[in-house]
Nanobody, 123 residues
Framework: QVQLVESGGGLVQAGASLRLSCAASGRTITNFYMAWFRQAPGKEREFVAAATKFGDTYYADSVKGRFTISRDNAKNTLGLQMNSLNSEDTAVYYC?????????????????WGKGTQVTVSS
């Protein structure tokens, strides 16, 4: 497993941008599948974006074209650039890592999780 710490959350107005970061420690993320999930109050944790160890990226339809996931293996970090935010993006955002491949959009595919960072978008 790898230890993950998210940062960069906050309160922004609709239409604004925000960048989240996830710092990994304990192991290098080079060989890990990395992802962002989010969970709004009263809802299940949902997939946002994933970046494989091969450089491929995947996005939920709800964020495609607005969010960009990126990984910096040299710095052992994962990023999420979020543009054109709206109130439906309000949630706690979690960074996740998996050493093995699986269905990357499912939380059960990941065995390492951060504690999350709150993103609140006011309309």
């Amino acid at each position: 497993q790898v230890q993950l710490v998210e940062s960069g959350g906050g309160l922004v107005q609709a239409g604004a941008s925000l960048r989240l970061s996830c710092a990994a420690s304990g192991r290098t993320i080079t060989n890990f599948y990395m992802a962002w999930f989010r969970q709004a109050p009263g809802k299940e944790r949902e997939f946002v974006a994933a970046a494989t160890k091969f450089g491929d990226t995947y996005y939920a339809d709800s964020v495609k074209g607005r969010f960009t996931i990126s990984r910096d293996n040299a710095k052992n970090t994962l990023g999420l650039q979020m543009n054109s935010l709206n109130s439906e993006d309000t949630a706690v955002y979690y960074c996740a890592a998996s050493g093995t491949s699986g269905i990357l959009s499912r939380p059960t595919a990941y065995d390492s999780w951060g504690k999350g960072t709150q993103v609140t978008v006011s309309s």
